[in-house]
């Protein structure tokens, strides 16, 4: 029975949460794969948003949520998140995969003593500081803590010492200190804490996972971060430490690739970055403050400004490649309403190699581009009500400028859309049929 997958086409904040929120009542179970507390969803109840870091954003609709073995979780934000959706009236069906790895405080720390060092060389990441690589790091140096160990406390001292130790003297390394509460014996208290306010949701997700499929569920795996973020198809330095495409839903929840028979590309009608990295339509003016501001374009994880800029077509057909999208979804169409002129980049423009329609794999290459754009006649500015309203009369009622723009994003990118969102209230989606014709 079938996964389906969706994952945001650009760098992260494209609105996932959002598409969730309207996708999971059709789904059994909605999965996150990767990732941890780094990412950051805010869904509405009501007019109550709600930022979620761990828990898929499904769960507000009473979806159970599974926490996928290729996630690395940090306890203290989880049981927050937890807290805070019991306090709203929400009772959260959660299944943690004992097999995902645990951000430690350790981590964190680690996390902004490394960016530093980086910096010295101009090769700052902008992490989240949430301690998302040393945690993946630890994974990779068969060192770590899995969720699944709290329950064996026979290793569980042993496994801490060996922690405290390893990362005290990677700290001390790096020009930081190791503090006494990071010790085995009081970080074990925390965690033995910790555990029984999660202990009844941990459970072995793949076996789980795969007989709920043998019995014909439909899952909905939700990545989490951005493709151009991701380990080996980012930019380096400036991705994070999971692979964040369609395909790691596959070893992030253990389920076999066939499996998989929907993609869903969530994207923004603009884009942006929080952190470093290059970003070549990035706009460096009045009317990126003005996106900016218009879109609340601020990190839900750390706060830190979003970079706004131009719809990068180049960044979304890429995206397409390493997915395969069955479906696209564009999100925050109303952010634009007011601007007179909209651009649009469909192709770089490479110093040596002339006009490329794919992101390069270097930054040196990358830095060489020049975005080429087209543009478009916008449209008006609306209010939230107003758009509520348009959308409750279909696609056929939308700006003529606003359609055009959407059927010039489907015909680039060959990919049937899904739907549309105009707002942040669940009213302000707009399913779209575009006849075949559309897409070539
Ligand atoms: P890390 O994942 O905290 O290591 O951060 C690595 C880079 O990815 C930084 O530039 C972050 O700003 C960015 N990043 C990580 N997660 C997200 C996300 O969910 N949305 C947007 N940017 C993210």
């Not at 202990?199 to 493709?227: P, Q, R």
């Not at 190699?353 to 087209?374: A, D, F, M, N, R």
């Not at 006649?377 to 939308?398: F, N, R, S, V």
Request: aromatic letters at 8%; proline letters at 4%; a neutral charge.
């Amino acid at each position: 029975m079938p996964v389906h997958v969706i994952v945001g086409a650009q760098w992260g904040d494209e609105g996932k949460g959002r598409a969730v929120d309207v996708l999971a009542r059709h789904y059994d179970y909605v999965a996150r794969y990767n990732g941890g507390a780094n990412a950051g969803h805010t869904v509405y109840l009501g007019n109550d948003p709600i930022k979620l870091h761990h828990v898929p954003s499904g769960v507000i609709s009473g979806i159970p949520g599974i926490l996928g073995n290729g996630m690395v979780i940090d306890l203290e934000i989880l049981i927050n998140e937890i807290h805070t959706l019991r306090s709203k009236g929400i009772t959260p069906l959660l299944h943690i995969s004992d097999r995902a790895h645990l951000t430690l405080p350790f981590h964190k720390e680690e996390d902004v003593l490394i960016d530093s060092l980086k910096a010295k060389y101009g090769m700052r990441t902008g992490t989240t500081r949430r301690g998302i690589g040393p945690t993946y790091q630890d994974k990779a140096a068969r060192v770590s803590l899995r969720v699944g160990d709290l329950l064996h406390s026979e290793r569980l001292d042993e496994k801490l010492r060996l922690l405290g130790d390893y990362h005290q003297k990677i700290i001390m390394a790096l020009g930081g200190t190791f503090k006494e509460e990071w010790r085995s014996s009081v970080l074990k208290e925390k965690l033995m804490k910790q555990l029984n306010e999660i202990k009844s949701y941990i459970i072995d997700t793949v076996d789980f996972l795969n007989k709920a499929l043998e019995n014909g569920s439909f899952i909905l795996a939700e990545g989490a971060n951005g493709v151009h973020l991701d380990i080996d198809h980012g930019i380096a330095p400036y991705t994070t430490s999971s692979n964040t495409i369609a395909g790691a839903a596959s070893t992030g929840l253990g389920i076999a690739p066939s499996n998989i028979t929907e993609v869903y590309g969530v994207m923004k009608a603009y884009t942006t970055r929080v952190g470093d990295g290059p970003m070549p339509t990035e706009l460096k003016n009045e009317v990126g403050k003005r996106i900016q501001m218009a879109g609340n374009e601020f990190g839900t994880t750390t706060g830190r400004p979003r970079r706004c800029g131009w719809l990068d077509l180049v960044l979304i057909r890429h995206s397409h490649l390493l997915n395969r999208f069955t479906r696209l979804i564009i999100t925050k169409l109303d952010v634009l309403g007011g601007i007179e002129e909209i651009k649009v980049c469909n192709a770089y423009l490479h110093e040596e190699k002339g006009i490329i329609t794919h992101v390069p794999s270097t930054l040196e290459e990358l830095k060489q581009c020049i975005p080429q754009y087209i543009t478009f006649d916008g449209w008006e500015a609306l209010k939230p009500q107003e758009w509520k309203e348009i959308c409750e009369q279909g696609y056929e009622t939308l700006p003529k400028e606003l359609r055009k723009y959407v059927e010039y994003i489907a015909k680039q990118c060959q990919v049937p859309i899904a739907f549309l969102t105009l707002g942040t209230d669940r009213g302000a989606t707009i399913y779209v049929d575009l006849p075949t014709e559309i897409y070539h």
